[in-house]
C-alpha cells in the first residue's frame, strides 16, 4: 500500500483489475488506457447517478417532481462533476451513507441494522464516516452503537490479512501521518495557514493554529449534534466535520453536504410554515453547490464561502438558543 487509504479500498480496486483482465492485476492505473476499463467506468459512473437518484428519493414517498429535478441539478453541480472526474472513493462513501440515513430509523430491525453495515463499511473506505457514530451516542442508542463499532472493526482490519498483517497495518499509519501533515487551502488547516502566510507567519505555524482551530471546532460540532439529536443540524454538523476538519479534504467533498440537504428537505416537507430560518438555511444549501465562481477564490472558493457561512449561522443560532435558556433559568430562579 503506498497510499493512505484502508485495505478494503485496495480490495476493492484489486477486484475490479482483475475482472478487467489487466496486464497488472493489482494496479488500477491501467483503467484510464484500457478499452474495457473505459468502458467499465462509464458504467460505473452511470450507476453511481442512478443509485444517487433512488438514494436522495428514497426518503420522500410522493418523489415530488421538484425533488427529481433536483436531484439531477445535483449530480450537475461543480463537486459532483470533479468528484467523478477524479474517480474519487468518496462518490462510493456518498452512497452509502446516504442509504444508511433513509435507513437509521427505520421500524424494520433488518434494516436498521444494515444501516450499521452501511457506515462501517463506509469507515472501512475512508476512516472519517465513523463520525456518523456519533449520532447513534447523541441519541442514546448505545447498543447500535457498540455494534457499529465492531462491524467497523471487521471491516477495516480483516483485509490487512491480505496486506501483510501488522506490518501492512504500520505502513497504513504511516502513509496517513504524511498525508494527513499536508493540508488543502479550503480547510480549516488551510485556510489558517493561507492567512498566516498574508500576515508574515510561517505556513508551519499557521498550520499549528488552524489544528488548534480545527479541533475547537470538532468539540463545537459535537455540542451541536448533542444538543439537536434528531434535526438536520446533526448531520449537517457531523458531515461538515469531513469537509473541513480533515486537513487533506478536497473540493469533491463537497458532495457530502448533500446528506444533510436530504435531511433538511425531509424536515421542511413536514412543517406548514416556515421561520426565516428557514428560508436561509434553503439558500445557503443551494449555494454550497451552484454559488457563482468568483476568479479570486479559485475554481470552488465560493462554495466553501457559502458553506463556512452556514457553519457560522449553525453556530450563532446555537449560541443564542443557549444564550435564551440561561437568561429564562435565571429569571425562573429569581
Not at 476499463?37 to 420522500?60: H, Q, Y
Not at 448505545?142 to 471487521?154: D, H, M, P, Q, S
Request: hydrophobic share 55%; charged share 15%.
Amino acid at each position: 500500500m503506498h497510499a493512505c487509504f484502508p485495505p478494503l479500498a485496495y480490495c476493492m480496486y484489486g477486484m475490479v483489475a482483475r475482472i478487467l483482465c489487466l496486464d497488472n492485476a493489482g494496479n488500477p492505473d491501467g483503467l484510464d488506457t484500457s478499452g474495457s476499463g473505459l468502458l467499465f467506468l462509464s458504467m460505473l459512473t452511470a450507476l453511481f447517478a442512478v443509485l444517487f437518484l433512488l438514494a436522495f428519493l428514497r426518503p420522500n414517498e410522493a418523489q415530488r417532481r421538484q425533488d427529481r429535478f433536483l436531484a439531477v441539478f445535483l449530480l450537475c453541480s461543480y463537486p459532483f462533476w470533479l468528484a467523478i472526474e477524479r474517480g474519487n472513493m468518496s462518490l462510493l462513501v456518498l452512497l452509502l451513507l446516504m442509504y444508511a440515513m433513509s435507513l437509521r430509523d427505520s421500524e424494520r430491525a433488518v434494516e436498521r441494522e444494515f444501516a450499521l453495515i452501511l457506515i462501517a463499511v463506509a469507515a472501512a473506505l475512508k476512516l472519517y464516516p465513523a463520525i456518523f457514530g456519533v449520532l447513534y451516542l447523541a441519541q442514546k442508542r448505545y447498543k447500535e452503537a457498540l455494534r457499529l463499532l465492531v462491524y467497523g472493526l471487521f471491516f477495516f482490519f480483516v483485509p490487512f490479512v491480505f496486506f501483510d498483517g501488522m506490518a501492512g497495518f504500520r505502513i497504513f499509519l504511516h502513509n496517513l501521518t504524511a498525508v494527513g501533515s499536508g493540508a488543502t487551502g479550503v480547510t480549516i488547516v488551510g485556510i489558517c495557514g493561507r492567512i498566516g502566510e498574508r500576515m508574515g507567519i510561517s505556513l508551519a505555524r499557521g498550520h499549528a493554529l488552524g489544528k488548534a482551530a480545527a479541533m475547537v471546532y470538532f468539540v463545537m460540532a459535537l455540542w451541536v449534534c448533542f444538543r439537536n439529536k434528531n434535526s438536520w443540524r446533526s448531520v449537517a454538523a457531523l458531515t461538515s466535520l469531513m469537509i473541513v476538519f480533515v486537513a487533506a479534504s478536497g473540493s469533491y467533498c463537497l458532495i457530502y453536504w448533500a446528506i444533510p440537504f436530504r435531511s433538511f428537505l425531509n424536515e421542511m416537507e413536514g412543517r406548514k410554515q416556515y421561520g426565516k430560518t428557514d428560508y436561509l438555511y434553503a439558500v445557503l444549501f443551494a449555494g454550497v453547490f451552484f454559488a457563482y465562481p468568483v476568479r479570486a477564490f479559485g475554481s470552488s472558493g465560493m462554495l466553501y464561502l457559502v458553506l463556512y457561512l452556514m457553519i457560522a449561522a449553525m453556530l450563532l443560532e446555537h449560541m443564542v438558543c443557549v444564550g435564551k435558556k440561561l437568561r429564562r433559568g435565571s429569571v425562573n430562579d429569581t
